[in-house]
């Protein structure tokens, strides 16, 4: 094929923002020789609240996305289509009509799971659900997972030979170079510096919601500060769940915790940078049912943080145990949180070990450039004259 391979990519752009949105913003804005990338924006702009809804909005919108997809696929010379599918009934029964359609125009089709539910869901529909999950994946030239711990998702259900693991990929924050210039100017220290001076940080970023753990992070931090009265624990996100707020700010106040945790609220760009430069540890103790390959994670490991996380979902292959970081039980408490992470801040020189090795695992694995190389690559191969004979 002289000319460049044609991809037609069908997903949401932020906002609102979540991890599948991010992921497809990124990958339109992807440069690369050989495939060149256009846009179906299925996005629906109110909340992350109406995502796997049935309601006249989400219906229309599917209806008119379909059409589009018809449309602009006998218009234009495309060669594949990618389609991120879902993990609750509706949307993934949406995304399974747009794989079918695209078979039928016969154009390849990269299906790619950015979560470790699917299987669970498969398991707990009936028979219809099954064969029409099983028809339209085997319709997929390849099927892509976060990490290794997802292949075993699509076991059975579609050949070895298609599953392929594609990690997710962030841009640099910034936060590396924010510290490197502030060490320069002495403003600034190192996550292993701060964390030895009496002004350590504790990070928090994302949806706040009572299975991403930041309940339980505020109440180890409690626990903490008996022994470390100078530690600060920031968090940044918005709340999604107003009786989780409400608890958690009660436990606050009866803990007379106030002056000592920031709620900075959402931050991007440069309040992102400032925030992962603000801090000596990375926390997400989470068990959200969904959990994939978090963002935040990447990001954190960008700016070299320490990360005390769970292990779930793909992050165990992302965040190595005491390596790059702390990964405990998906079930633990706030005394294991606060345990794990005063033994952190404990020691210095692992702790920087720790920081060194994030930021190399994000330079080797997790930019955008090695992730859409990985990608792209699999659409070569899908869209190749050998592949196009089988």
């Given at each position: 094929?002289?000319?460049?391979?044609?991809?037609?990519?069908?997903?949401?752009?932020?906002?609102?923002?979540?991890?599948?949105?991010?992921?497809?913003?990124?990958?339109?804005?992807?440069?690369?020789?050989?495939?060149?990338?256009?846009?179906?924006?299925?996005?629906?702009?109110?909340?992350?609240?109406?995502?796997?809804?049935?309601?006249?909005?989400?219906?229309?919108?599917g209806?008119?996305?379909?059409?589009?997809?018809?449309a602009?696929?006998?218009r234009?010379?495309?060669?594949?289509?990618?389609v991120?599918?879902?993990?609750?009934?509706?949307?993934?029964?949406?995304?399974?009509?747009?794989?079918?359609?695209?078979?039928?125009?016969?154009?390849?089709?990269?299906?790619?799971?950015?979560?470790?539910?699917?299987?669970t869901?498969?398991?707990?529909?009936?028979?219809?659900?099954?064969?029409?999950?099983?028809?339209?994946?085997?319709?997929?030239?390849?099927?892509?997972?976060?990490?290794?711990?997802?292949?075993?998702?699509?076991e059975?259900?579609?050949?070895?030979?298609?599953?392929?693991?594609?990690?997710?990929?962030?841009?640099?924050?910034?936060?590396?170079?924010?510290?490197?210039v502030?060490?320069?100017?002495?403003?600034?220290?190192?996550?292993?510096?701060?964390?030895?001076?009496?002004?350590?940080?504790?990070?928090?970023?994302?949806?706040?919601?009572?299975?991403?753990?930041?309940?339980?992070?505020?109440?180890?931090?409690?626990?903490l500060?008996?022994?470390?009265?100078?530690?600060?624990?920031?968090?940044?996100g918005?709340w999604?769940?107003?009786?989780?707020?409400n608890?958690t700010?009660?436990?606050?106040?009866?803990?007379?915790?106030?002056?000592?945790?920031?709620?900075?609220?959402?931050?991007d760009?440069?309040?992102?940078?400032?925030?992962?430069?603000?801090?000596?540890?990375?926390?997400?103790?989470?068990?959200?049912?969904?959990?994939?390959?978090?963002?935040?994670?990447?990001?954190?490991?960008?700016?070299?943080?320490?990360?005390?996380?769970?292990?779930?979902?793909?992050?165990?292959?992302t965040?190595?145990?005491?390596?790059?970081?702390?990964?405990?039980?998906?079930?633990?408490?706030?005394?294991?949180?606060?345990?794990?992470?005063?033994?952190?801040?404990?020691?210095?020189?692992?702790?920087?070990?720790?920081s060194?090795?994030?930021?190399?695992?994000?330079?080797?694995?997790?930019?955008?450039?090695?992730?859409?190389?990985?990608?792209?690559?699999?659409?070569?191969?899908?869209?190749?004259?050998?592949?196009?004979?089988?």
């Amino acid at each position: 094929m002289s000319r460049k391979i044609r991809l037609f990519v069908v997903g949401p752009t932020p906002p609102p923002f979540h991890g599948v949105a991010t992921f497809i913003r990124d990958l339109l804005a992807a440069q690369h020789p050989r495939v060149e990338t256009l846009h179906l924006d299925t996005s629906d702009r109110r909340d992350t609240d109406n995502i796997g809804r049935w309601d006249p909005t989400n219906l229309q919108l599917g209806f008119a996305n379909l059409s589009d997809l018809a449309a602009r696929s006998l218009r234009a010379d495309i060669d594949a289509v990618y389609v991120p599918i879902s993990q609750n009934v509706p949307a993934f029964l949406r995304d399974a009509l747009f794989v079918l359609e695209a078979r039928a125009l016969g154009k390849k089709v990269i299906i790619h799971l950015h979560g470790g539910y699917f299987r669970t869901l498969y398991e707990q529909q009936n028979a219809v659900f099954q064969t029409a999950a099983r028809g339209a994946l085997n319709c997929a030239a390849a099927v892509l997972v976060l990490g290794k711990e997802f292949v075993p998702i699509f076991e059975g259900l579609v050949p070895d030979e298609k599953i392929h693991v594609v990690e997710n990929g962030v841009p640099d924050p910034g936060a590396w170079l924010l510290r490197e210039v502030g060490r320069q100017t002495g403003l600034s220290a190192s996550p292993v510096e701060a964390a030895a001076q009496t002004s350590a940080a504790l990070l928090y970023m994302g949806t706040l919601t009572r299975t991403k753990g930041v309940l339980e992070l505020v109440q180890a931090f409690a626990l903490l500060r008996a022994t470390r009265p100078a530690l600060r624990l920031r968090i940044a996100g918005r709340w999604a769940e107003a009786d989780l707020r409400n608890e958690t700010e009660a436990f606050i106040a009866r803990e007379n915790l106030s002056a000592h945790i920031d709620f900075v609220g959402n931050v991007d760009g440069a309040s992102k940078a400032e925030f992962l430069a603000s801090g000596s540890i990375f926390c997400l103790p989470t068990r959200y049912p969904f959990e994939g390959q978090p963002l935040v994670l990447l990001e954190a490991m960008a700016a070299g943080l320490p990360v005390l996380s769970t292990q779930h979902g793909a992050i165990p292959s992302t965040v190595l145990d005491g390596v790059s970081g702390r990964l405990l039980i998906k079930e633990c408490t706030p005394q294991q949180i606060a345990a794990a992470l005063d033994a952190m801040l404990g020691d210095e020189t692992t702790l920087c070990a720790m920081s060194a090795a994030a930021r190399q695992r994000y330079l080797e694995f997790y930019t955008l450039q090695v992730c859409h190389e990985r990608l792209f690559k699999i659409v070569e191969a899908a869209c190749s004259p050998v592949a196009s004979k089988s």
